[in-house]
């Protein structure tokens, strides 16, 4: 044991023992699912009396780093379940990017308050249960009754004209640009209005397109395939595109014969107060593919996003439909069919827009009482807060301060000298930590 | 009601009520997840009495078309948990194309005695624990466990050289293709050698590569981007790639400085008596990308697929990565994630190995005993089975022929005159089924 243990020599026996597994743990050579060897073996391993290793299993056991597991013994849990930060070894990560914050004010994760993940468990729980379908490669377009629910979804919470043979479902946005892309042959240009998707535009270079920055980019006489836009975020503010901006873009798409990509990212979230309908209803179904997703609705794992086709693809997509296999999980495709047909997506939304609304107040009227800013504003889509506030810190050492109090916000902008524009959401922060994280918002800007 | 009902005139009122109903739910207008009205509600509305009412859905619930749920009423279930066909109304889609057959020896679904749906689905509501996991969007390369538990298993099965970072999860092989595609700037030739997989082709010509068939169609001066080769089921016959073969491959791979796709397809299932370790592991990981898949091995709606970068990619991943996001199901990949380090996958590959090895033998001793075949082989990959038939009926007969007693094969070819070679696969068929379906099989080819 002398040999094992030197570098925790002074320490009683079974605090080595606990390090030495500590260390193991913590250092990745055992691994999440590992078992430690049993009392009795590890006792005739170290030739330590069985009492010691209990003592040091229970340590281990009391400070997360191994569950016991009855009548099995114990084993190292999932690496995000300890406490220690989730920092895989191999990936050569930097210290500063692996910043976990206190408070996360960037809206990039869901509100667990929020959503009912008993509920959805009972739902993917009755998937489990229809052994026949998971047996099954099931249908490359996407489940039927899932298209079936989506189209009747769409159609009464967005105005979308479909039908569920024009629905194809995929596992996030990317996945349906690629199928638009294929059905495409010409690929040229495509315009991405508002705020840039570098996510959207990485997979049309991808494919050959020339991507344009914004309608400015745009010299009148080359053909473009697709134009990107989000009517319900239309710019920085998150707020929705007007009518006129619609009707002209509508307009534009017809003249000159491409397909606008209408991405109605976070719409159940973004007519509080003036309920719009969709672009692809707008324009009866004709020259915009429709896509919508899933992630922010119910939980961002949730991979399930979908398209409604424009009308002029439909043929060439049933044309091509063969060569392209489902990428959406089938039992989570079943599970959400059976959401929506039992009215629990549109109980969630409700519940959801209230909870959000509610948070966003109570967001903005701390950041007015504590920072007292020059204006405060809730965007249309009812997750941000944005605020002009004036201080002698830049953007980039506002952020660093913030970053110290454990804060991270969604964006900070220089808006004139000494004068900042912060962006918060108060969309993943739950509710009862909103005043905390502004005293700290004010601490490590004012001080 | 005499209106409503005046088609089913004549019969009872009780089954002009159920008629009603009914033909309702099979023409659509009644759609799953969809209630019932109360036998209240019901029975006022159509000025019938409560038993009448009670008595129809009595008899549609005993004929499967609603499902009774207790203190809630009467709902229309799944299409597919009902006994009328699986037929969506809008697809227009012919008759002929919706053909299931009762006994499946195309080996296109997986086999259900085989799978232990229950254990799965205790794995699936692990990962539903983990909620503070699937707040988040996730690890877009997949999740950190499961890359880590990946690179175990085909380092120890495979002897695939990898480690977690060169190991990318996504949602089927298809976008594993692409991304690949993305990679690669030159997009120039792809070879695809041994069986077609048009699947596979279709990706690389839309990301604009020529797709040659077969090393014939190569000639020498051209630039090769990758070669798609699946070395575990290199012809028709799903036989195993020799290692001279394989040797010669990489020997290309290298002269060429092309990256080889080892597609390993069912690779669990082909090494009953040889095993051979992967291209990839040939190689030494530096000119071979390696793609795995878990459907087979457990539910053909599992859509996880992993690539291992070939170490020349890895650099150029690293940078990309952030534009790509993940597609497979979090709640899945963290679900296998511990399915594996828990060593439940060696296990069921074990148990589904030995189902699938008795099963081949069963059919082809019973092919032997019904049809006396001139020969009779069984694949090395387990799952097949074929055989050649002296007939006076041709290929295309035969298919009809089959599909008129209820069966579906894999393939059948006309090997010389008055000669068919036939494929029958034991994979997805029930042990029981197999008698029977040789039976039906001799039926179908002799009469």
């Given at each position: 044991?002398?040999?094992?243990?030197?570098?925790?020599?002074g320490?009683?026996?079974?605090?080595?023992?606990?390090?030495?597994?500590?260390?193991?743990?913590?250092?990745?050579?055992?691994?999440?699912g590992?078992?430690?060897?049993?009392?009795?073996?590890?006792?005739?391993?170290?030739?330590?009396?069985?009492?010691?290793?209990?003592?040091?299993?229970?340590?281990?056991?009391?400070?997360?780093?191994?569950?016991?597991?009855?009548?099995?013994g114990?084993?190292?849990?999932?690496?995000?379940?300890?406490?220690?930060?989730?920092?895989?070894?191999?990936?050569?990560?930097?210290?500063?990017?692996?910043?976990?914050?206190?408070?996360?004010?960037?809206?990039?994760?869901?509100?667990?308050?929020?959503?009912?993940?008993?509920?959805?468990?009972?739902?993917?729980?009755?998937?489990?249960?229809?052994?026949?379908?998971?047996?099954?490669?099931?249908?490359?377009?996407?489940?039927?009754?899932?298209?079936?629910?989506?189209?009747?979804?769409?159609?009464?919470?967005?105005?979308?004209?479909?039908?569920?043979?024009?629905?194809?479902?995929?596992a996030?946005?990317?996945?349906?640009?690629?199928?638009?892309?294929s059905?495409?042959?010409?690929?040229?240009?495509?315009?991405?209005?508002?705020?840039?998707?570098?996510?959207?535009s990485?997979v049309?270079?991808?494919?050959?397109?020339?991507?344009?920055?914004?309608?400015?980019?745009?010299?009148?006489?080359?053909?473009?395939?697709?134009?990107?836009?989000?009517?319900?975020?239309?710019?920085?503010?998150?707020?929705?595109?007007?009518?006129?901006?619609?009707?002209?873009?509508?307009?534009?798409?017809?003249?000159?014969?491409?397909?606008?990509?209408?991405?109605?990212?976070?719409?159940?979230?973004?007519?509080?107060?003036?309920?719009?309908?969709?672009?692809?209803?707008?324009d009866?179904?004709?020259?915009?593919?429709?896509?919508?997703?899933?992630?922010?609705?119910?939980?961002?794992?949730?991979?399930?996003?979908?398209?409604?086709?424009p009308?002029?693809?439909?043929?060439?997509?049933?044309?091509?439909?063969?060569?392209?296999?489902?990428?959406?999980?089938?039992?989570?495709?079943?599970?959400?069919?059976?959401?929506?047909?039992?009215?629990?997506?549109v109980?969630q939304?409700?519940?959801?827009?209230?909870?959000?609304?509610?948070?966003?107040?109570?967001?903005?009227?701390?950041?007015?009482?504590?920072?007292?800013?020059?204006?405060?504003?809730?965007?249309?889509?009812?997750?941000?807060?944005f605020?002009?506030?004036?201080?002698?810190?830049?953007?980039?050492?506002?952020?660093?301060k913030?970053?110290?109090?454990?804060?991270v916000?969604?964006?900070?902008?220089?808006?004139?000298?000494?004068?900042?524009?912060?962006?918060?959401?108060?969309?993943?922060?739950?509710q009862?930590d909103?005043?905390?994280?502004?005293?700290?918002?004010?601490?490590?800007?004012?001080?």
């Open positions: 044991m002398a040999d094992l243990f030197s570098r925790y020599s320490e009683p026996l079974y605090i080595q023992l606990y390090m030495y597994y500590r260390d193991m743990i913590i250092g990745g050579s055992l691994k999440a590992d078992k430690l060897p049993s009392v009795r073996k590890c006792a005739a391993e170290f030739a330590v009396s069985k009492m010691t290793v209990e003592n040091a299993y229970m340590q281990l056991t009391a400070e997360g780093y191994v569950n016991a597991r009855s009548q099995s114990y084993y190292v849990p999932e690496i995000s379940d300890m406490t220690v930060p989730y920092a895989p070894a191999d990936r050569g990560e930097a210290e500063e990017n692996r910043f976990v914050p206190k408070y996360d004010l960037s809206g990039s994760s869901a509100d667990k308050e929020c959503f009912d993940f008993n509920l959805w468990q009972k739902y993917v729980k009755y998937a489990l249960r229809c052994s026949d379908r998971l047996l099954s490669y099931g249908d490359a377009q996407g489940e039927y009754d899932l298209r079936a629910a989506i189209s009747e979804y769409a159609a009464q919470e967005r105005g979308v004209v479909c039908s569920p043979s024009r629905i194809v479902i995929g996030g946005v990317q996945t349906l640009i690629q199928l638009l892309c059905l495409d042959p010409e690929r040229s240009d495509v315009i991405f209005t508002g705020a840039q998707f570098e996510q959207g990485a049309f270079r991808d494919y050959g397109y020339r991507v344009l920055r914004g309608m400015d980019e745009y010299s009148s006489g080359s053909h473009v395939s697709f134009v990107y836009a989000s009517p319900s975020r239309s710019n920085e503010f998150c707020d929705v595109m007007n009518i006129s901006d619609r009707a002209s873009l509508l307009n534009f798409a017809r003249k000159k014969d491409c397909i606008i990509i209408e991405d109605d990212y976070d719409s159940e979230f973004c007519y509080f107060s003036r309920p719009v309908s969709s672009l692809q209803g707008l009866g179904g004709i020259n915009v593919a429709y896509i919508g997703t899933f992630s922010r609705l119910l939980l961002p794992s949730i991979r399930i996003s979908f398209m409604v086709l009308e002029k693809l439909e043929q060439r997509y049933a044309d091509r439909a063969g060569f392209y296999n489902q990428t959406a999980s089938k039992t989570e495709q079943i599970a959400l069919a059976r959401y929506i047909t039992d009215g629990k997506l109980t939304i409700r519940k959801a827009r209230k909870h959000y609304e509610t948070k966003a107040e109570i967001m903005k009227s701390r950041i007015k009482r504590e920072l007292g800013p020059e204006f405060v504003r809730i965007s249309d889509s009812g997750f941000m807060v605020f002009d506030l004036k201080t002698d810190v830049d953007a980039v050492g506002a952020i660093e913030l970053r110290r109090c454990g804060l916000v969604k964006d900070i902008r220089q808006a004139e000298q000494n004068k900042l524009r912060v962006f918060v959401s108060s969309a993943s922060i739950q009862d909103i005043e905390i994280s502004v005293i700290l918002l004010k601490k490590a800007l004012f001080i």
